[in-house]
Structure formats: structure tokens, C-alpha cells
């Protein structure tokens, strides 16, 4: 669960804060409940009363992928707050221009709501998923490396990232099984928590976890993910292909630690793993 400290008591009172939308759910026939992510209050549940007629001031205000300024009134015996006011503070165009990157930017919001809980506020976690959303909306190239880099660092923020460069266990190196291969592969288990060297793949396997292998080059790329600013990685010196073996890599991890699966990440995960041995050999020797 996420690393967060408990939000500060919230007065009855009017409160401010900026705001990402979360989930969006029409009430009744001109009302919204909205979810949003807020850097100073955490994960917010508000009605907007009235927002779909025409003339709201709501109107074309709670929309995706924005960053908002929202103003609402919060009763103590109740987790449903009132919007009393609401200005976009910055709209990401280009993400709804180009298929990949709103596909993406839905990703991105969709792992924020599943991995955020009300009554906790983390200004990193606003932060990371603000980054992740402009980063999207200024990448030229393909999304899927910087979609990856988000991915990591989320799972870093809640204490899951997988070690990538040494054992998960020990901490020692973790060399290839096959060094002398195309392409070297290192044993690994999402089970242990990542890359593991001989000794510990075989107890971890001897305990009856699963226990893989991934080529090395693949979370080379995916540390070099992690640890790189978001910006960074639009335009990474990376195939096509590889970008998208490393965020086979990363959504595959992510779909371990979660409970539920995303319903971005249904089709991209129910085709066959790209890091497979069988996928990545070659054809002739
Ligand atoms: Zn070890």
C-alpha cells in the first residue's frame, strides 16, 4: 500500500487545493461524484451539483487529464465533499490529439485511483502523476518508455520496485545464466521482488515460487526508467521494440503487485510476454 502520512484534519470549512480528476460518475441527471488527486489533501471524493446543465460553472471544467484549482465544502460526518467552485488551471491538448498518448494518460490516471486511498495526502504522489501527464503531452515520439518510467517510479513510491541491477535478496550481483547468448538472460521472480542471483533464484525456487528469467538488457533499460527524469525518456535511444518490451516488463510487474488489473492494461498484458525466451530467440543458429 502507498507510503503516505495521514492527511491533515480537514475543517468544515471551505477548502482549496489543485486538483487531478480521478474518476468522473454522472448522479442523478445533471450531477457529477468526481475523485480527484489533490497534492495537499490527498484523494478527494466531491458532488458537483448540477454539472452537466449547460450554464454550470462546472461545464467543461471536470474534464481528464487536467490540472485543476477546486474549491469545496466538506462536512466532517461525511466523505462526500461539495464543489462550490472549479478553474482549469492548465489543459495537456495534445493528449487528446493523438490516440497513444490519451491511451496512455488514461493508463497513468487509471494506476493513480487504483493505488491512492482517501484520507492520505503524498505531495510526491501528485507530483509524479502531474509529471507523467505533461510529460505525455509534450513527448514526440511513442509513449510506451515514458509510460514505463511512470510505471517504475509509481511502484517505487509505494516501496515495490523491482531490483533490477542485483539480487533482490542478498543484494550481490546477479549475473546471466546464458552470458555467452545473444541475449543474456538473469533469473527473476516478482514473487521474491526482482533480479536474483544463483543462490537465492534456487531457494526461492526451492520454495516453491516462481522464478523466471528476463533478458538483462531489458531491466537495464527499465532501471535506466526508473531512475531518469520523466522528460527524459520521450525520445530515449530506444527501438520501438524495446520500449515496448520494457513496458511489457513493468506492466507485467505492476499486474503482480495489484489486486485488480487496470482495464488499460487488459489488452497490452493479454498478449503473449514479449521477454519470453521463446520470442526473443533466433531463428537460425
Ligand atoms: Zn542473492
Redesign the pocket.
Known amino acids: 500500500m502507498p507510503r503516505s502520512r495521514p492527511a491533515a484534519r480537514r475543517p468544515a470549512s471551505r477548502t482549496s487545493d489543485r486538483a487531478i480528476l480521478l474518476r468522473r460518475t454522472p448522479f442523478g441527471e445533471t450531477s457529477l461524484v468526481v475523485h480527484v488527486l489533490t497534492p495537499d489533501h490527498g484523494r478527494v471524493e466531491l458532488m458537483a451539483k448540477g454539472a452537466h446543465r449547460p450554464r454550470s460553472r462546472f461545464f467543461g471544467v471536470l474534464d481528464w487529464f487536467d490540472t485543476l484549482e477546486l474549491s469545496w465544502v466538506q462536512r466532517k460526518e461525511s466523505d462526500l465533499g461539495t464543489l462550490r467552485e472549479g478553474e482549469l488551471l492548465h489543459r495537456r491538448r495534445q493528449l487528446t490529439r493523438s490516440l497513444r498518448s490519451y491511451r496512455a494518460a488514461q493508463t497513468v490516471v487509471e494506476l493513480v485511483d487504483l493505488v491512492t486511498r482517501a484520507g492520505f495526502s503524498d505531495r510526491e504522489q501528485f507530483s509524479l502523476a502531474e509529471g507523467a501527464l505533461d510529460a505525455l503531452d509534450r513527448a514526440e515520439g511513442p509513449p510506451s518508455a515514458l509510460l514505463a518510467g511512470f510505471e517504475l517510479k509509481l511502484l517505487d513510491q509505494l516501496g515495490l520496485a523491482p531490483a533490477l541491477v542485483s539480487?533482490?535478496?542478498?543484494?550481490?550481483p546477479?549475473a546471466a545464466v546464458d552470458p555467452a547468448s545473444t541475449e543474456p538472460r538473469a533469473p527473476f521472480s516478482a514473487s521474491v521482488g526482482g533480479r536474483?542471483?544463483p543462490?537465492?533464484a534456487n531457494e526461492a525456487h526451492a520454495s516453491g515460487l516462481r522464478v523466471g528469467t528476463l533478458p538483462v538488457s531489458i531491466l537495464e533499460s527499465a532501471h535506466f526508467a526508473l531512475r531518469a527524469p520523466l522528460g527524459d525518456l520521450d525520445g530515449a535511444d530506444w527501438s520501438t521494440e524495446r520500449s515496448i518490451r520494457v513496458l511489457d516488463f513493468t506492466g507485467r510487474f505492476l499486474d503482480h503487485h495489484l489486486e485488480t488489473r487496470p482495464k488499460s492494461h487488459g489488452r497490452f498484458l493479454a498478449a503473449p510476454d514479449r521477454n519470453r525466451r521463446t520470442a526473443t530467440r533466433p531463428k537460425t543458429p
Open positions: 539480487c533482490a535478496t542478498c543484494g550481490a546477479a536474483l542471483c543462490i537465492h
